[in-house]
């Protein structure tokens, strides 16, 4: 183990960045900018690991050390099961800038996926049974090859999902996508902090819950979130503070309750995750003295019973140049993947084979995926 920290409808022309009017970098070192752009220590993910590694968790069980946790626990050999989700990330580039965001996404982040690597990503799905393809960024609708490689995998029979921010929806260019995505039967992962104003836009920035109050009527009107498989809406929480998620059950009935008797609307599930220590949220953790307190809670949480469905275990993730990862945590950490001889292989080199024998990386933040309920792409595991 290593612990080394319906039918498509014809192709529409991608939209070019130029077009696209994006929200400008504030003009002050904020945390409501990029580490990247304020050329923050934190950019680097090398600092980051070491900033997580460099906290006393002695006092906990297996001193904080997740390898040592899983062999505990009858996990001596960490590696994947059935593959079954590709998970692109398609670029940085974002219309937002997050408190929270483990992207580091912006609208100064320029990394795009190429349509050479999209094209490289659906070779290597052919090669598989995966039945999923979940699309991620920054704002993945502003890849310019966005529309594309989800008529792709449309045609080949696969689901795909969209890790939607909502706002991104009422740009220029954007505003036919609601529509598109009904037509196209793909499922939506709206992210949205709260269902109250107030904690949504502490997190998001002022505006975003008016914003994405509206673009949730749009998707109702369009027939999402009414209980339609093919036009599914799902909702994404996080929580604002330096604690774990709440019971997702429970919270899904609040919300439901809240949108429909506020805003008349209606979505089809809740999933909510804990707050990963990386990136801009671990920047924050660090200015209000949380860091501490919050990786213990972490690793005094850990539930056994999550390791089973831990995402890393069947999906894989595919970064914007298409370097491989065994998660979208490593992946922002820039921890690749490592087959059996040292490897580190590339999309276009895709190995099914290989793949399945490797041993999944990990390191101190992968407590925040096996904490309490436990949290993946998918919500809680346990």
């Not at 260019?173 to 904690?199: I, K, T």
């Not at 008797?261 to 920047?283: A, C, H, Q, V, W």
């Not at 276009?348 to 925040?368: K, Q, S, Y």
Request: proline content about 5%; some cysteine.
């Amino acid at each position: 183990m290593m612990d080394s920290i319906s039918e498509a409808t014809q192709p529409i022309e991608p939209t070019p960045l130029a077009t696209v009017r994006l929200d400008n970098p504030e003009s002050g070192p904020k945390s409501t900018t990029s580490l990247k752009w304020r050329h923050s220590p934190l950019a680097s993910a090398e600092y980051q690991i070491a900033t997580l590694n460099a906290i006393d968790l002695s006092q906990t069980p297996h001193q904080g050390n997740f390898a040592e946790t899983l062999s505990v626990h009858n996990w001596r050999q960490f590696g994947p099961a059935k593959l079954e989700i590709f998970q692109i990330n398609v670029g940085k580039l974002c219309n937002m800038t997050c408190r929270h965001c483990h992207v580091d996404a912006g609208p100064d982040r320029r990394e795009i996926m190429d349509r050479d690597t999209i094209d490289a990503c659906l070779r290597a799905l052919d090669q598989t049974e995966v039945h999923t393809v979940d699309i991620t960024g920054g704002a993945p609708e502003l890849n310019p090859h966005f529309r594309y490689l989800v008529e792709q995998c449309v045609l080949r029979g696969k689901h795909v999902i969209d890790r939607c921010n909502l706002t991104v929806l009422l740009l220029p260019g954007m505003q036919d996508l609601p529509e598109w995505f009904a037509a196209h039967g793909v499922e939506l992962v709206c992210s949205l902090p709260h269902y109250r104003q107030r904690n949504t836009d502490a997190q998001r920035g002022d505006g975003t819950f008016e914003k994405s109050i509206e673009v949730l009527q749009r998707l109702n009107t369009v027939g999402y979130g009414q209980g339609d498989p093919k036009r599914r809406l799902t909702l994404m929480s996080n929580p604002v503070g330096a604690f774990l998620s709440s019971n997702q059950a429970k919270l899904e009935q609040e919300w439901k309750t809240g949108l429909q008797k506020n805003f008349g609307i209606s979505f089809d599930r809740l999933i909510t995750l804990n707050n990963m220590p990386i990136s801009r949220y671990l920047e924050w953790l660090e200015q209000s003295g949380n860091l501490q307190s919050y990786l213990e809670l972490l690793v005094n949480a850990f539930n056994p019973a999550t390791v089973s469905g831990l995402m890393c275990r069947s999906t894989l993730s595919i970064s914007w140049d298409g370097r491989l990862f065994d998660c979208d945590f490593n992946q922002m950490l820039d921890l690749e993947i490592q087959l059996p001889q040292g490897e580190r292989p590339h999309i276009r080199d895709f190995n099914p084979e290989m793949l399945a024998r490797r041993e999944i990386v990990t390191g101190r933040h992968c407590f925040g995926c096996t904490a309490g309920a436990g949290s993946s792409c998918g919500g809680t595991i346990a």
